[in-house]
């Protein structure tokens, strides 16, 4: 089993900036493919950002291609997720998610785990 806490989230205007952050415990052995996605209200869970499990490659979905930026720290089990140029349309609710068999992939349902979520808020 992984645990994994979300935080960072919050209230900012277009253009601003946010850095999210989660940590995981558990089973983290072998620092597994990690991810975030997002899910804003009456819409389907879009996948953000993943990135491999050494940290040296990611994959980005084009809507926020040059703006979100993810990395991770294996040494302190920690994923995070910097945005910047926030756009009203980035408004959602932010998981991380652990993929134990896949890596770099954008779809939901090839998570593992997943964390409660952390609101982000952006007002045009």
């Known amino acids: 089993q992984v645990q994994l806490v979300e935080s960072g989230g919050g209230s900012v205007q277009a253009g601003g900036s946010l850095r999210l952050s989660c940590a995981a415990s558990?089973?983290?052995?072998?620092?597994?493919?990690m991810g975030w996605f997002r899910q804003a209200p009456g819409k389907e869970r879009e996948g953000v950002a993943a990135?491999?499990?050494?940290?040296?490659?990611?994959l980005y979905v084009d809507a926020v291609k040059g703006r979100f930026t993810i990395s991770r720290d294996n040494a302190n089990n920690m994923l995070y997720l910097q945005m910047n140029s926030l756009k009203p349309d980035d408004t959602a609710i932010y998981y991380c998610a652990v993929a134990r068999d896949v890596c770099l992939r954008l779809q939901a349902f090839e998570y593992n785990y997943w964390g409660q979520g952390t609101q982000v808020t952006v007002s045009s």
């Open positions: 558990g089973d983290t052995y072998g620092h597994p493919c």
């Open positions: 990135i491999d499990f050494e940290g040296r490659t990611a």
